[in-house]
Protein backbone atom coordinates (compact mmCIF):
# COMPACT_ATOMS: atom_id res chain seq x y z
CA UNK A 1 0.00 0.00 0.00
CA UNK A 2 1.31 3.23 -0.76
CA UNK A 3 1.45 5.98 2.13
CA UNK A 4 -0.35 9.19 1.70
CA UNK A 5 3.04 11.13 1.13
CA UNK A 6 4.19 8.73 -1.94
CA UNK A 7 0.76 9.58 -3.19
CA UNK A 8 0.74 13.36 -2.64
CA UNK A 9 4.24 13.47 -4.85
CA UNK A 10 2.50 11.26 -7.48
CA UNK A 11 -0.21 13.82 -8.08
CA UNK A 12 2.64 16.56 -7.91
CA UNK A 13 5.59 15.26 -10.84
CA UNK A 14 2.58 14.04 -12.62
CA UNK A 15 1.96 17.84 -13.66
CA UNK A 16 5.88 18.88 -14.33
CA UNK A 17 5.64 22.36 -14.94
CA UNK A 18 3.82 22.81 -11.32
CA UNK A 19 6.75 20.31 -10.21
CA UNK A 20 9.54 22.30 -11.46
CA UNK A 21 8.13 25.64 -10.15
CA UNK A 22 7.50 24.45 -6.58
CA UNK A 23 11.42 22.90 -5.77
CA UNK A 24 12.32 26.01 -3.95
CA UNK A 25 9.44 25.27 -1.24
CA UNK A 26 10.12 21.52 -1.06
CA UNK A 27 11.95 19.78 2.33
CA UNK A 28 15.37 18.56 0.94
CA UNK A 29 13.67 14.70 2.60
CA UNK A 30 11.21 15.01 -0.01
CA UNK A 31 13.72 14.68 -3.15
CA UNK A 32 14.12 11.04 -2.87
CA UNK A 33 10.30 10.39 -2.44
CA UNK A 34 9.43 12.80 -5.77
CA UNK A 35 12.30 11.08 -7.99
CA UNK A 36 10.94 7.83 -7.56
CA UNK A 37 7.36 9.05 -8.18
CA UNK A 38 8.99 10.63 -11.22
CA UNK A 39 10.50 7.48 -12.34
CA UNK A 40 7.08 5.71 -11.43
CA UNK A 41 5.48 7.86 -14.09
CA UNK A 42 8.10 8.29 -16.70
CA UNK A 43 8.46 12.10 -15.92
CA UNK A 44 11.60 12.51 -17.63
CA UNK A 45 11.51 16.19 -17.55
CA UNK A 46 11.05 16.57 -13.59
CA UNK A 47 13.85 13.97 -12.95
CA UNK A 48 16.38 16.09 -14.69
CA UNK A 49 15.43 19.10 -12.85
CA UNK A 50 15.42 17.24 -9.80
CA UNK A 51 19.10 15.72 -10.24
CA UNK A 52 19.81 19.43 -11.33
CA UNK A 53 18.41 20.90 -7.79
CA UNK A 54 19.47 17.89 -5.80
CA UNK A 55 20.16 19.07 -2.23
CA UNK A 56 21.46 15.94 -0.51
CA UNK A 57 25.58 14.91 -0.94
CA UNK A 58 24.64 11.54 -2.11
CA UNK A 59 22.52 10.18 -4.81
CA UNK A 60 22.03 6.52 -4.63
CA UNK A 61 19.92 4.97 -7.59
CA UNK A 62 19.38 1.64 -6.83
CA UNK A 63 18.66 2.72 -2.93
CA UNK A 64 15.81 5.08 -4.64
CA UNK A 65 14.53 2.54 -6.91
CA UNK A 66 13.54 -0.30 -4.50
CA UNK A 67 10.51 -0.90 -1.87
CA UNK A 68 10.50 1.55 0.98
CA UNK A 69 7.86 2.41 3.65
CA UNK A 70 6.08 4.68 1.27
CA UNK A 71 5.94 2.22 -2.08
CA UNK A 72 6.76 -1.45 -1.54
CA UNK A 73 7.26 -1.55 -5.47
CA UNK A 74 10.56 -2.29 -6.84
CA UNK A 75 11.81 -0.15 -9.94
CA UNK A 76 15.17 -1.24 -10.24
CA UNK A 77 14.50 -3.81 -13.30
CA UNK A 78 12.84 -0.73 -15.31
CA UNK A 79 16.32 0.21 -16.96
CA UNK A 80 14.13 2.81 -18.94
CA UNK A 81 15.61 4.75 -21.41
CA UNK A 82 13.88 8.52 -20.54
CA UNK A 83 14.43 8.09 -16.81
CA UNK A 84 18.28 7.24 -17.16
CA UNK A 85 18.98 9.70 -19.94
CA UNK A 86 17.10 12.36 -17.77
CA UNK A 87 19.31 11.02 -14.99
CA UNK A 88 22.81 11.43 -16.39
CA UNK A 89 21.88 14.70 -17.92
CA UNK A 90 20.58 15.95 -14.69
CA UNK A 91 23.89 15.14 -13.17
CA UNK A 92 25.66 16.82 -15.81
CA UNK A 93 23.47 20.25 -15.44
CA UNK A 94 24.28 19.93 -11.62
CA UNK A 95 28.11 19.50 -12.38
CA UNK A 96 28.12 22.46 -13.65
CA UNK A 97 26.39 24.36 -11.25
CA UNK A 98 28.71 26.49 -8.85
CA UNK A 99 29.13 27.76 -5.33
CA UNK A 100 26.35 26.38 -2.65
CA UNK A 101 24.01 25.17 -4.94
CA UNK A 102 26.05 22.09 -5.60
CA UNK A 103 26.10 19.74 -3.02
CA UNK A 104 26.38 16.69 -4.44
CA UNK A 105 29.16 14.78 -4.27
CA UNK A 106 28.20 11.36 -4.93
CA UNK A 107 26.26 9.64 -7.44
CA UNK A 108 25.37 5.92 -7.48
CA UNK A 109 24.82 4.76 -10.79
CA UNK A 110 24.54 1.06 -10.46
CA UNK A 111 21.69 -1.29 -8.87
CA UNK A 112 19.97 -1.35 -12.30
CA UNK A 113 18.96 -4.97 -13.43
CA UNK A 114 18.23 -5.43 -16.72
CA UNK A 115 15.34 -7.64 -17.77
CA UNK A 116 13.74 -9.03 -20.77
CA UNK A 117 10.47 -7.31 -20.52
CA UNK A 118 10.34 -3.68 -19.36
CA UNK A 119 7.60 -2.36 -16.90
CA UNK A 120 7.94 1.73 -17.34
CA UNK A 121 4.75 2.89 -19.62
CA UNK A 122 7.89 3.88 -22.85
CA UNK A 123 8.92 0.06 -22.63
CA UNK A 124 12.58 1.19 -23.73
CA UNK A 125 15.30 0.01 -22.58
CA UNK A 126 18.68 1.59 -22.12
CA UNK A 127 20.83 -1.60 -21.44
CA UNK A 128 24.13 -1.45 -19.81
CA UNK A 129 26.37 -1.02 -22.88
CA UNK A 130 23.80 1.89 -24.06
CA UNK A 131 24.31 3.43 -20.19
CA UNK A 132 28.15 3.42 -20.45
CA UNK A 133 28.17 5.42 -23.97
CA UNK A 134 25.71 7.81 -22.61
CA UNK A 135 28.02 8.59 -19.58
CA UNK A 136 31.24 8.22 -21.42
CA UNK A 137 29.92 10.58 -23.89
CA UNK A 138 28.38 13.74 -21.60
CA UNK A 139 31.85 13.26 -19.37
CA UNK A 140 33.25 14.21 -22.91
CA UNK A 141 31.42 16.87 -23.73
CA UNK A 142 31.93 18.43 -19.82
CA UNK A 143 35.59 18.26 -20.39
CA UNK A 144 35.32 20.14 -23.32
CA UNK A 145 34.03 23.29 -21.78
CA UNK A 146 35.59 25.64 -19.49
CA UNK A 147 34.92 25.38 -15.84
CA UNK A 148 36.60 26.90 -12.24
CA UNK A 149 38.74 24.38 -10.17
CA UNK A 150 36.70 22.43 -8.16
CA UNK A 151 35.89 18.80 -7.07
CA UNK A 152 34.17 16.48 -9.36
CA UNK A 153 31.07 14.48 -8.76
CA UNK A 154 32.12 10.97 -8.40
CA UNK A 155 30.33 8.88 -10.68
CA UNK A 156 29.95 5.30 -9.21
CA UNK A 157 28.98 2.70 -12.45
CA UNK A 158 28.58 0.01 -14.14
CA UNK A 159 31.30 0.02 -17.29
CA UNK A 160 30.64 -2.11 -20.61
CA UNK A 161 33.22 -1.71 -22.72
CA UNK A 162 32.94 -3.40 -26.32
CA UNK A 163 35.34 -2.61 -29.60
CA UNK A 164 32.39 0.24 -30.49
CA UNK A 165 32.44 2.64 -27.12
CA UNK A 166 36.05 1.90 -26.68
CA UNK A 167 37.44 5.49 -28.33
CA UNK A 168 34.78 7.43 -26.15
CA UNK A 169 35.27 5.20 -22.68
CA UNK A 170 39.22 5.80 -22.87
CA UNK A 171 38.79 9.43 -23.66
CA UNK A 172 36.30 10.09 -20.44
CA UNK A 173 38.31 8.23 -17.93
CA UNK A 174 42.21 9.20 -19.42
CA UNK A 175 42.26 12.57 -18.47
CA UNK A 176 44.91 13.62 -15.96
CA UNK A 177 42.82 16.11 -14.20
CA UNK A 178 39.06 14.54 -14.51
CA UNK A 179 35.84 16.86 -15.62
CA UNK A 180 33.03 17.83 -13.64
CA UNK A 181 31.75 14.09 -13.49
CA UNK A 182 34.48 11.64 -12.53
CA UNK A 183 33.55 8.12 -13.30
CA UNK A 184 34.58 5.40 -10.96
CA UNK A 185 33.72 1.83 -11.97
CA UNK A 186 32.66 -0.46 -9.50
CA UNK A 187 32.14 -3.40 -12.39
CA UNK A 188 33.42 -3.76 -15.89
CA UNK A 189 32.22 -6.09 -18.81
CA UNK A 190 35.24 -6.05 -21.56
CA UNK A 191 33.48 -7.63 -24.99
CA UNK A 192 35.41 -7.66 -28.85
CA UNK A 193 38.73 -6.24 -27.58
CA UNK A 194 42.17 -6.80 -28.45
CA UNK A 195 44.45 -7.98 -25.31
CA UNK A 196 46.03 -4.58 -25.19
CA UNK A 197 43.15 -2.73 -25.24
CA UNK A 198 41.64 -4.76 -22.30
CA UNK A 199 44.89 -3.75 -20.49
CA UNK A 200 44.05 0.10 -21.46
CA UNK A 201 41.04 0.53 -20.21
CA UNK A 202 41.60 -1.35 -17.22
CA UNK A 203 44.40 0.48 -16.26
CA UNK A 204 42.16 3.82 -16.80
CA UNK A 205 39.26 2.55 -14.23
CA UNK A 206 40.49 1.88 -11.67
CA UNK A 207 41.67 -1.49 -10.83
CA UNK A 208 42.22 -0.65 -7.07
CA UNK A 209 38.33 -0.16 -6.73
CA UNK A 210 37.03 -2.84 -9.38
CA UNK A 211 34.37 -5.23 -7.86
CA UNK A 212 33.34 -7.07 -10.83
CA UNK A 213 35.20 -8.28 -13.79
CA UNK A 214 33.57 -10.25 -16.85
CA UNK A 215 36.05 -10.48 -19.55
CA UNK A 216 34.14 -12.32 -22.35
CA UNK A 217 33.17 -13.07 -26.14
CA UNK A 218 35.73 -12.48 -28.48
CA UNK A 219 38.74 -11.44 -25.93
CA UNK A 220 41.26 -13.69 -27.21
CA UNK A 221 43.40 -14.52 -24.33
CA UNK A 222 45.66 -17.48 -23.47
CA UNK A 223 47.39 -18.36 -20.24
CA UNK A 224 50.25 -15.82 -20.89
CA UNK A 225 47.87 -12.76 -21.76
CA UNK A 226 46.05 -13.32 -18.05
CA UNK A 227 49.18 -13.65 -16.10
CA UNK A 228 50.07 -10.29 -17.22
CA UNK A 229 47.03 -8.67 -16.88
CA UNK A 230 46.80 -10.04 -13.03
CA UNK A 231 50.78 -9.57 -12.36
CA UNK A 232 50.71 -5.77 -13.82
CA UNK A 233 47.04 -4.69 -13.17
CA UNK A 234 46.07 -6.65 -9.68
CA UNK A 235 42.67 -6.39 -8.15
CA UNK A 236 42.88 -5.74 -4.27
CA UNK A 237 38.88 -5.28 -4.19
CA UNK A 238 37.88 -7.87 -6.66
CA UNK A 239 34.89 -9.99 -5.57
CA UNK A 240 33.82 -11.81 -9.28
CA UNK A 241 36.32 -12.63 -11.92
CA UNK A 242 34.95 -14.21 -15.71
CA UNK A 243 37.42 -15.23 -18.21
CA UNK A 244 36.85 -15.88 -21.76
CA UNK A 245 36.73 -19.18 -23.61
CA UNK A 246 40.60 -20.81 -23.50
CA UNK A 247 41.91 -17.58 -21.51
CA UNK A 248 43.50 -20.28 -19.27
CA UNK A 249 44.64 -22.67 -22.15
CA UNK A 250 48.99 -22.48 -22.41
CA UNK A 251 50.21 -19.82 -24.78
CA UNK A 252 51.23 -20.90 -28.35
CA UNK A 253 54.19 -22.99 -28.59
CA UNK A 254 57.27 -20.51 -29.20
CA UNK A 255 55.60 -17.33 -28.07
CA UNK A 256 57.03 -15.40 -25.00
CA UNK A 257 54.69 -16.85 -22.65
CA UNK A 258 55.07 -19.72 -23.56
CA UNK A 259 59.05 -19.04 -22.64
CA UNK A 260 58.43 -17.97 -18.82
CA UNK A 261 60.14 -19.02 -15.78
CA UNK A 262 57.24 -20.39 -14.26
CA UNK A 263 54.22 -22.12 -15.72
CA UNK A 264 51.08 -19.57 -16.62
CA UNK A 265 49.00 -21.61 -14.64
CA UNK A 266 50.91 -21.50 -11.32
CA UNK A 267 51.51 -17.69 -11.59
CA UNK A 268 47.94 -16.94 -12.14
CA UNK A 269 47.12 -18.91 -8.96
CA UNK A 270 49.68 -17.38 -7.43
CA UNK A 271 47.69 -13.68 -8.17
CA UNK A 272 44.25 -15.38 -7.72
CA UNK A 273 45.54 -15.96 -4.14
CA UNK A 274 46.59 -12.33 -3.52
CA UNK A 275 42.64 -11.07 -4.05
CA UNK A 276 41.31 -11.90 -0.61
CA UNK A 277 37.98 -10.84 -1.43
CA UNK A 278 37.53 -13.21 -4.10
CA UNK A 279 34.28 -15.05 -3.74
CA UNK A 280 33.58 -15.80 -7.77
CA UNK A 281 35.11 -17.73 -10.53
CA UNK A 282 34.37 -18.31 -13.97
CA UNK A 283 36.67 -19.75 -15.86
CA UNK A 284 34.50 -22.17 -18.77
CA UNK A 285 35.60 -23.42 -21.98
CA UNK A 286 39.56 -23.56 -20.67
CA UNK A 287 41.29 -27.05 -20.61
CA UNK A 288 41.68 -27.92 -17.16
CA UNK A 289 42.31 -31.92 -17.19
CA UNK A 290 44.02 -32.45 -13.93
CA UNK A 291 44.35 -28.95 -13.23
CA UNK A 292 41.58 -27.39 -11.04
CA UNK A 293 44.18 -28.10 -8.02
CA UNK A 294 46.76 -26.10 -8.87
CA UNK A 295 44.23 -23.32 -10.02
CA UNK A 296 42.33 -23.50 -6.66
CA UNK A 297 44.01 -24.94 -4.41
CA UNK A 298 46.22 -21.92 -3.50
CA UNK A 299 43.23 -19.93 -3.07
CA UNK A 300 42.99 -18.12 0.63
CA UNK A 301 38.74 -17.02 0.14
CA UNK A 302 36.61 -19.82 -0.41
CA UNK A 303 34.43 -19.83 -3.43
CA UNK A 304 30.80 -19.19 -3.27
CA UNK A 305 30.27 -19.14 -6.92
CA UNK A 306 32.56 -20.99 -9.33
CA UNK A 307 31.85 -21.93 -13.09
CA UNK A 308 33.58 -24.96 -14.67
CA UNK A 309 31.28 -26.09 -17.70
CA UNK A 310 33.10 -27.17 -20.29
CA UNK A 311 36.57 -27.69 -18.86
CA UNK A 312 37.90 -31.55 -19.76
CA UNK A 313 37.28 -32.38 -15.78
CA UNK A 314 38.59 -35.56 -14.81
CA UNK A 315 37.99 -37.80 -11.62
CA UNK A 316 40.46 -36.07 -9.70
CA UNK A 317 39.71 -32.69 -10.19
CA UNK A 318 36.04 -33.78 -9.35
CA UNK A 319 37.03 -35.55 -6.45
CA UNK A 320 39.11 -32.51 -5.27
CA UNK A 321 36.19 -30.28 -5.50
CA UNK A 322 34.82 -32.98 -3.07
CA UNK A 323 37.02 -32.23 -0.41
CA UNK A 324 38.43 -28.89 -1.00
CA UNK A 325 38.13 -26.30 1.69
CA UNK A 326 35.56 -24.55 -1.64
CA UNK A 327 33.42 -27.53 -0.80
CA UNK A 328 31.73 -25.61 2.86
CA UNK A 329 30.63 -22.71 1.18
CA UNK A 330 29.80 -23.48 -2.50
CA UNK A 331 26.64 -21.85 -3.21
CA UNK A 332 26.33 -22.23 -7.60
CA UNK A 333 28.59 -24.94 -8.86
CA UNK A 334 28.40 -25.32 -13.26
CA UNK A 335 29.80 -28.56 -14.05
CA UNK A 336 27.65 -28.53 -17.62
CA UNK A 337 29.67 -30.43 -20.69
CA UNK A 338 31.83 -32.55 -18.93
CA UNK A 339 30.19 -36.17 -20.76
CA UNK A 340 32.96 -36.41 -23.45
CA UNK A 341 35.74 -37.17 -20.96
CA UNK A 342 37.83 -40.43 -22.11
CA UNK A 343 36.24 -43.58 -19.88
CA UNK A 344 32.57 -41.83 -20.68
CA UNK A 345 30.63 -39.24 -18.22
CA UNK A 346 32.60 -37.55 -15.23
CA UNK A 347 31.58 -39.92 -11.79
CA UNK A 348 29.01 -38.26 -10.26
CA UNK A 349 29.64 -39.89 -6.50
CA UNK A 350 31.51 -36.48 -5.64
CA UNK A 351 28.77 -33.98 -6.51
CA UNK A 352 25.86 -33.67 -3.38
CA UNK A 353 23.33 -36.88 -3.06
CA UNK A 354 19.85 -36.18 -1.12
CA UNK A 355 19.58 -32.46 -1.32
CA UNK A 356 22.07 -30.07 -0.75
CA UNK A 357 25.12 -30.83 0.95
CA UNK A 358 25.00 -34.92 0.52
CA UNK A 359 27.22 -37.27 -1.17
CA UNK A 360 27.68 -40.79 -1.16
CA UNK A 361 31.60 -40.96 -0.49
CA UNK A 362 33.41 -40.53 2.69
CA UNK A 363 34.14 -37.73 4.92
CA UNK A 364 35.91 -34.08 3.49
CA UNK A 365 39.19 -33.39 4.02
CA UNK A 366 40.02 -29.96 3.30
CA UNK A 367 44.07 -30.72 3.88
CA UNK A 368 44.27 -33.29 0.92
CA UNK A 369 42.82 -34.65 -2.50
CA UNK A 370 41.98 -38.08 -2.16
CA UNK A 371 40.07 -40.04 -4.82
CA UNK A 372 37.58 -42.22 -3.52
CA UNK A 373 35.24 -44.01 -5.14
CA UNK A 374 31.38 -44.29 -3.88
CA UNK A 375 30.76 -46.95 -0.79
CA UNK A 376 29.48 -49.93 -1.90
CA UNK A 377 26.36 -51.70 -0.70
CA UNK A 378 25.05 -48.32 0.55
CA UNK A 379 22.05 -46.70 -1.34
CA UNK A 380 21.68 -43.93 1.26
CA UNK A 381 23.25 -40.68 1.76
CA UNK A 382 26.88 -40.10 3.14
CA UNK A 383 28.53 -37.19 4.94
CA UNK A 384 27.42 -33.55 4.24
CA UNK A 385 29.69 -32.32 1.67
CA UNK A 386 27.84 -29.08 -0.14
CA UNK A 387 26.08 -27.83 2.61
CA UNK A 388 25.65 -24.33 1.15
CA UNK A 389 24.75 -25.48 -2.40
CA UNK A 390 21.86 -23.70 -3.73
CA UNK A 391 22.16 -24.33 -7.41
CA UNK A 392 23.94 -26.87 -9.35
CA UNK A 393 23.79 -26.98 -12.99
CA UNK A 394 24.72 -30.20 -15.31
CA UNK A 395 24.07 -29.44 -18.89
CA UNK A 396 24.48 -31.03 -21.75
CA UNK A 397 25.69 -34.17 -19.42
CA UNK A 398 23.09 -37.55 -20.56
CA UNK A 399 21.97 -38.46 -17.60
CA UNK A 400 19.86 -40.94 -16.33
CA UNK A 401 17.17 -41.01 -13.81
CA UNK A 402 19.03 -42.56 -11.30
CA UNK A 403 22.02 -39.99 -11.01
CA UNK A 404 19.50 -37.36 -11.37
CA UNK A 405 17.96 -38.30 -7.99
CA UNK A 406 21.47 -37.87 -6.40
CA UNK A 407 22.14 -34.62 -8.47
CA UNK A 408 19.31 -32.55 -8.18
CA UNK A 409 19.40 -30.82 -11.58
CA UNK A 410 16.67 -31.30 -13.54
CA UNK A 411 17.64 -31.54 -17.41
CA UNK A 412 15.53 -34.36 -19.28
CA UNK A 413 16.86 -37.85 -18.13
CA UNK A 414 18.20 -40.02 -20.86
CA UNK A 415 15.96 -42.76 -20.03
CA UNK A 416 13.25 -40.38 -22.02
CA UNK A 417 14.96 -40.54 -25.21
CA UNK A 418 14.96 -43.56 -27.43
CA UNK A 419 17.85 -46.08 -26.93
CA UNK A 420 21.21 -45.40 -28.95
CA UNK A 421 20.81 -41.40 -29.01
CA UNK A 422 23.42 -39.38 -29.83
CA UNK A 423 25.05 -36.35 -27.60
CA UNK A 424 25.63 -33.78 -28.05
CA UNK A 425 21.95 -33.04 -29.17
CA UNK A 426 21.37 -30.80 -31.92
CA UNK A 427 17.35 -28.84 -31.36
CA UNK A 428 15.19 -31.03 -32.54
CA UNK A 429 16.15 -34.33 -31.07
CA UNK A 430 16.04 -32.55 -27.39
CA UNK A 431 12.52 -32.19 -28.47
CA UNK A 432 11.78 -35.49 -29.12
CA UNK A 433 11.68 -37.31 -25.54
CA UNK A 434 8.50 -39.59 -24.13
CA UNK A 435 7.01 -36.58 -22.16
CA UNK A 436 5.02 -38.91 -19.78
CA UNK A 437 7.82 -40.90 -18.73
CA UNK A 438 9.66 -37.35 -17.91
CA UNK A 439 7.13 -36.59 -15.39
CA UNK A 440 6.87 -39.14 -13.74
CA UNK A 441 10.29 -39.04 -12.88
CA UNK A 442 9.88 -35.52 -12.44
CA UNK A 443 7.93 -36.02 -9.77
CA UNK A 444 9.30 -38.81 -7.91
CA UNK A 445 12.33 -36.22 -7.85
CA UNK A 446 10.01 -33.09 -6.63
CA UNK A 447 8.99 -36.00 -3.71
CA UNK A 448 12.61 -36.80 -2.78
CA UNK A 449 13.02 -32.86 -2.46
CA UNK A 450 10.08 -32.73 0.03
CA UNK A 451 11.36 -35.68 1.92
CA UNK A 452 14.66 -34.05 2.64
CA UNK A 453 12.86 -30.75 3.26
CA UNK A 454 14.05 -29.07 0.60
CA UNK A 455 10.72 -27.56 -1.03
CA UNK A 456 12.98 -23.99 -1.25
CA UNK A 457 14.74 -25.75 -4.01
CA UNK A 458 13.76 -24.83 -7.60
CA UNK A 459 14.26 -27.46 -10.40
CA UNK A 460 14.09 -26.82 -14.56
CA UNK A 461 14.95 -28.19 -17.53
CA UNK A 462 16.16 -25.20 -19.74
CA UNK A 463 16.87 -26.42 -23.22
CA UNK A 464 16.83 -23.47 -24.87
CA UNK A 465 18.99 -21.25 -22.87
CA UNK A 466 17.78 -17.63 -21.68
CA UNK A 467 17.33 -13.98 -22.00
CA UNK A 468 20.79 -12.19 -21.96
CA UNK A 469 20.31 -8.72 -21.99
CA UNK A 470 24.25 -7.74 -23.31
CA UNK A 471 24.42 -10.22 -25.81
CA UNK A 472 20.89 -8.25 -27.14
CA UNK A 473 22.33 -5.24 -26.80
CA UNK A 474 25.42 -5.94 -28.75
CA UNK A 475 24.40 -8.59 -31.15
CA UNK A 476 25.10 -6.76 -34.24
CA UNK A 477 28.99 -5.90 -33.10
CA UNK A 478 29.10 -9.60 -31.89
CA UNK A 479 28.00 -10.31 -35.31
CA UNK A 480 30.41 -8.01 -37.53
CA UNK A 481 32.98 -9.44 -35.41
CA UNK A 482 32.08 -12.93 -35.96
CA UNK A 483 32.05 -12.92 -39.85
CA UNK A 484 35.29 -10.57 -39.50
CA UNK A 485 36.77 -13.66 -37.91
CA UNK A 486 35.46 -15.80 -40.42
CA UNK A 487 36.71 -13.86 -43.38
CA UNK A 488 40.26 -13.98 -41.91
CA UNK A 489 39.99 -17.60 -41.03
CA UNK A 490 39.09 -17.95 -44.65
CA UNK A 491 41.55 -15.91 -46.23
CA UNK A 492 44.68 -18.11 -44.32
CA UNK A 493 43.25 -21.02 -45.48
CA UNK A 494 43.16 -19.92 -49.25
CA UNK A 495 46.84 -18.69 -48.49
CA UNK A 496 47.73 -22.45 -47.42
CA UNK A 497 46.04 -23.63 -50.23
CA UNK A 498 48.28 -21.98 -52.61
CA UNK A 499 51.40 -22.51 -50.86
CA UNK A 500 50.41 -26.21 -50.86
CA UNK A 501 50.23 -25.92 -54.71
Known amino acids: MWSLRFISAEALVSRPRVAQQSLDGVACNIYPLLFKASYLLEQAEVIRVLLEHWPLEEFRLGALLRPNADHPGDLRDRACRACLEACVRGLADHALRSGARRRLEVADLTGIRDVQVQGCPCGKALGRWGRTELLARTCCELQALPRAARRPVEVLADIFVTGGNFEVVVRALGPASPGPLRVRCLSLRADSLRPGQLLRVLRLAGPSELRRLEVVHNVRLHAGHVRELLAQVGFPRLVALTLPAKALDAPPAGSPAARGEAAPLTCIARELSHMTQLTELSVAFSTLTGKVQKLLGPLKTPLRVLDLANCSLNRADMAFLADCAHAAHLEVLDLSGQWALPGGPVSLHVLPAAGPGRAA ?141
Open 361 to 501: AEGPDPGGVRHRGPPRGRAGPGPERLPRLRELRFLGNPLSARALRRLFAFPVPKDCYPEGSAYPQDELAMSEFDQQKYDVIAEDLRAVLRRAGREDVRVSTPLSGSFDPDIQETSNELGAFLLQAFRTALENFSKALKQME
